[in-house]
């Protein structure tokens, strides 16, 4: 499996950067290009950060009417798709500030993690157990940090810097924010029908 | 020996370690058997993270359900929110897809079945296009045939037999070719491409500037013949309004016109003959149906007196019986007759729909009826005040669409509470 963002289909960098450049003045075939090329990825990550399918519809639109208003703000010397993520992952963040289900938002819980050593072998047979889709399902009925962490990591294929940058923490935490929601992650899927869960994550 | 712990080896295998503290683990874990063990799971773990996350869902529209017919079981499916087929590959078989976005950049060896919002095809079908979807554009090349029913079409590649399309709008531009000919139903069409045999267009607004090589046909509000339009065979051109033709087009025999125009002449008495005709056909319909099954006939009038109901079902049942003809279409590949069996059934229940409403309609006015006399006293009026709101312009059309929603709806209602009532109580008379 290859990461959502550094799968371009289609179009070449160059193609992209020339695109991007005729939208920044006004070329509207161009900017469908666009659209038509980050669609796709933008809707499966938004897919993933929210908790229903019409969220991620909705946010999908949103996040490319606020691309297309702000694209003169881009740095072409950046990697298009970063900026784009970014805008996404801001955008995602807030809709699930909005709904007041980061109940994880203080990062003191996140220091007194036990930085233990698992059993590597039991870690191993629950990831080996596992299907995609449980782990989906899981996933959702994580806090809204632990879930977007992951999925700016594993969806979107964000730096850690990046990912400090969107979440709001300190760079230094990223890798403990992320370690805790893959423990916390663990912890549902290792409860037998992680469907029995599901309803626990958002209040 | 102390081990590393969980977050010092996750930051290693993300490559967030700082160079001597990874080389540091890295040497360790070669003499730690526990170590490389954590070190493989969480690797896996990443893995498994990485796959749900990326991985496509399945989605569970009733389109999905849709695109499922029978007889193309053996064709290759595809429900996704995006579905794309990358360039170089190739689908050796027919496929149909339904999805939010379809880009086709490969290769169909087959047919291309596909309903979704927008499709773009890029590559290369060696079969027919059909396509429900809103938004088409056909860039790549198609070896057989292009139907498509959309808001929007747009050619820009080479067609190698015919083209119909029932469509919104529909654009060919100068590179769009097509083998075989046109039949186009369509809100605008602007052709600019070549065509090898006859165009037939009912087009409210059309520009013709490219090549036909047979006939053509255009029923129209209005046509424009470009500088680089040509027309091989007879053009025949019938509207509203005068063409516009111009000098430099290359015609093989001047354009026939025949300006008909669309809307009523209220200063005709033909037009009144024409509304009272219907108006007596109509009637003489619903006296036949009140005749042959006045308990049935009773039942739908009383339907009808729930309106709210009756139109919300009836709404309910013109587009499942629209979806239900479209389905049967498809089952037999435009093998058409089907649907005909289907809109044969829609037609009478359409048309005895004003009747129904007609009644209800008289009996507002005259108050309730009783016997048969009373009843079609009532229906004459109730007919005649339909068809007097229905030439209203353009609010006649709502008048219709209302009276055909809401009689369809009453019918339906009628029949399910005969049904039901047959099951349940074969015994009890029907109430008054």
Same mark, same amino acid.
């Given at each position: 499996?290859?990461?959502?963002?550094?799968?371009?289909?289609?179009?070449?960098?160059?193609?992209?950067?020339? @695109?991007?450049?005729?939208?920044?003045?006004?070329?509207?075939?161009?900017?469908?290009?666009?659209?038509?090329?980050?669609?796709?990825?933008?809707?499966?990550?938004?897919?993933?950060?929210?908790?229903?399918?019409?969220?991620?519809?909705?946010?999908?639109?949103?996040?490319?009417?606020?691309?297309?208003?702000?694209?003169?703000?881009?740095?072409?010397?950046?990697?298009?798709?970063?900026?784009?993520?970014?805008?996404?992952?801001?955008?995602?963040?807030?809709?699930?500030?909005?709904?007041?289900?980061?109940?994880?938002?203080?990062? %003191?819980?996140?220091?007194?993690?036990?930085?233990?050593?698992?059993?590597?072998?039991?870690?191993?047979?629950?990831?080996?157990?596992?299907?995609?889709?449980?782990?989906?399902?899981?996933?959702?009925? #994580?806090?809204?940090?632990?879930?977007?962490?992951?999925?700016?990591?594993?969806?979107?294929?964000?730096?850690?810097?990046?990912?400090?940058?969107?979440?709001?923490?300190?760079?230094?935490?990223?890798?403990?924010?992320?370690?805790?929601?893959?423990?916390?992650?663990?912890?549902?899927?290792?409860?037998?029908?992680?469907?029995?869960?599901?309803?626990?994550?958002?209040? | 020996?102390?081990?590393?712990?969980?977050?010092?080896?996750? #930051?290693?295998?993300?490559?967030?370690?700082?160079?001597?503290?990874?080389?540091?683990?890295?040497?360790?874990?070669?003499?730690?058997?526990?170590?490389?063990?954590?070190?493989?799971?969480?690797?896996?773990?990443?893995?498994?993270?990485?796959?749900?996350?990326?991985?496509?869902?399945?989605?569970?529209?009733?389109?999905?359900?849709?695109?499922?017919?029978?007889?193309?079981?053996?064709?290759?499916?595809?429900?996704?929110?995006?579905?794309?087929?990358?360039?170089?590959?190739?689908?050796?078989?027919?496929?149909?897809?339904?999805?939010?976005?379809?880009?086709?950049?490969?290769?169909?060896?087959?047919?291309?079945?596909?309903?979704?919002?927008?499709?773009?095809?890029?590559?290369?079908?060696?079969?027919?296009?059909?396509?429900? %979807?809103?938004?088409?554009?056909?860039?790549?090349?198609?070896?057989?045939?292009?139907?498509?029913?959309?808001?929007?079409?747009?050619?820009?590649?080479?067609?190698?037999?015919?083209?119909?399309?029932?469509?919104?709008?529909?654009?060919?531009?100068?590179?769009?070719?097509?083998?075989?000919?046109?039949?186009?139903?369509?809100?605008?069409?602007?052709?600019?491409?070549?065509?090898?045999?006859?165009?037939?267009?009912?087009?409210?607004?059309?520009?013709?500037?490219?090549?036909?090589?047979?006939?053509?046909?255009?029923?129209?509000?209005?046509?424009?013949?470009?500088?680089?339009?040509?027309?091989?065979?007879?053009?025949?051109?019938?509207? @509203?309004?005068?063409?516009?033709?111009?000098?430099?087009?290359?015609?093989?025999?001047?354009?026939?016109?025949?300006?008909?125009?669309?809307?009523?002449?209220?200063?005709?008495?033909?037009?009144?003959?024409? #509304?009272?005709?219907?108006?007596?056909?109509?009637?003489?319909?619903?006296?036949?149906?009140?005749?042959?099954?006045?308990?049935?006939?009773?039942?739908?009038?009383?339907?009808?007196?729930?309106?709210?109901?009756?139109? &919300?079902?009836? %709404?309910?049942?013109?587009?499942?019986?629209?979806?239900?003809?479209?389905?049967?279409?498809?089952?037999?590949?435009?093998?058409?007759?089907?649907?005909?069996?289907?809109?044969?059934?829609?037609?009478? &229940?359409?048309?005895?729909?004003?009747?129904?409403?007609?009644?209800?309609?008289?009996?507002?006015?005259?108050?309730?009826?009783?016997?048969?006399?009373?009843?079609?006293?009532?229906?004459?009026?109730?007919? #005649?005040?339909?068809?007097?709101?229905?030439?209203?312009?353009?609010?006649?059309?709502?008048?219709?669409?209302?009276?055909?929603?809401?009689?369809?709806?009453?019918?339906?209602?009628?029949?399910?509470?005969?049904?039901?009532?047959? &099951?349940?109580?074969?015994?009890?008379?029907?109430?008054?």
């Amino acid at each position: 499996m290859v990461d959502a963002r550094k799968r371009p289909e289609g179009m070449s960098a160059a193609e992209i950067s020339d @695109a991007i450049s005729r939208a920044r003045s006004g070329n509207s075939d161009a900017w469908g290009e666009l659209y038509r090329q980050y669609a796709a990825a933008i809707f499966r990550f938004c897919r993933r950060a929210l908790p229903s399918r019409e969220d991620a519809e909705d946010a999908t639109m949103e996040i490319f009417l606020k691309v297309r208003a702000r694209l003169d703000q881009y740095d072409p010397s950046r990697p298009f798709s970063a900026w784009l993520y970014k805008v996404a992952t801001n955008h995602c963040w807030d809709i699930l500030r909005r709904r007041r289900i980061r109940q994880d938002l203080e990062t %003191s819980d996140v220091e007194d993690l036990p930085l233990e050593h698992p059993d590597p072998s039991q870690l191993e047979r629950l990831v080996e157990q596992r299907t995609s889709q449980e782990v989906r399902r899981a996933l959702a009925s #994580l806090p809204a940090r632990a879930r977007m962490a992951l999925v700016l990591r594993y969806h979107a294929d964000m730096s850690y810097d990046e990912i400090a940058d969107s979440l709001g923490v300190r760079r230094a935490f990223v890798g403990v924010v992320l370690l805790r929601a893959r423990h916390q992650l663990r912890e549902a899927l290792g409860q037998r029908g992680a469907a029995g869960r599901a309803a626990g994550g958002s209040p | 020996m102390t081990h590393f712990d969980e977050m010092t080896c996750l #930051l290693y295998l993300e490559g967030q370690l700082e160079r001597p503290r990874a080389l540091e683990l890295s040497a360790h874990a070669e003499s730690c058997a526990e170590c490389r063990a954590l070190l493989r799971a969480l690797e896996r773990e990443s893995r498994l993270l990485t796959q749900a996350l990326v991985e496509e869902e399945v989605l569970g529209t009733f389109l999905a359900a849709l695109a499922l017919p029978p007889s193309a079981g053996a064709a290759e499916t595809k429900h996704v929110h995006v579905y794309t087929l990358p360039v170089g590959q190739t689908v050796h078989n027919d496929l149909i897809v339904a999805a939010g976005t379809a880009r086709i950049d490969g290769t169909v060896d087959g047919d291309l079945i596909v309903f979704c919002q927008s499709l773009t095809i890029n590559g290369h079908i060696t079969g027919d296009v059909i396509s429900f %979807s809103q938004m088409v554009r056909i860039n790549g090349q198609v070896d057989g045939n292009v139907r498509a029913f959309a808001n929007m079409l747009t050619l820009t590649g080479p067609v190698a037999k015919n083209v119909t399309a029932f469509a919104g709008s529909v654009e060919f531009d100068s590179k769009s070719r097509a083998g075989g000919g046109m039949i186009l139903f369509a809100g605008d069409a602007s052709l600019d491409g070549r065509m090898n045999r006859d165009l037939l267009g009912f087009i409210g607004k059309s520009v013709l500037n490219g090549f036909i090589g047979g006939n053509a046909r255009v029923a129209s509000d209005r046509l424009t013949i470009g500088p680089s339009a040509e027309i091989a065979g007879k053009a025949t051109y019938q509207g @509203a309004r005068q063409p516009e033709v111009s000098p430099q087009a290359k015609l093989a025999s001047p354009l026939e016109v025949k300006i008909v125009s669309h809307r009523p002449d209220y200063t005709k008495p033909r037009f009144y003959i024409g #509304l009272a005709l219907r108006w007596g056909v109509a009637f003489l319909f619903g006296v036949l149906i009140a005749s042959l099954v006045p308990g049935f006939f009773a039942d739908v009038v009383r339907s009808s007196r729930r309106y709210g109901m009756s139109f &919300a079902v009836g %709404s309910i049942a013109a587009v499942s019986a629209l979806i239900l003809a479209c389905v049967s279409v498809l089952l037999l590949v435009i093998g058409l007759a089907g649907g005909l069996v289907v809109l044969m059934l829609f037609a009478p &229940a359409l048309y005895a729909s004003q009747v129904f409403v007609g009644t209800w309609l008289g009996e507002q006015l005259l108050g309730p009826s009783a016997g048969t006399g009373e009843v079609i006293a009532r229906l004459a009026l109730g007919l #005649l005040v339909i068809r007097v709101l229905g030439v209203i312009p353009f609010l006649g059309w709502f008048v219709w669409l209302a009276v055909l929603l809401w009689g369809l709806g009453a019918l339906t209602l009628a029949i399910y509470r005969g049904a039901r009532q047959q &099951a349940m109580a074969p015994a009890q008379a029907p109430a008054l």
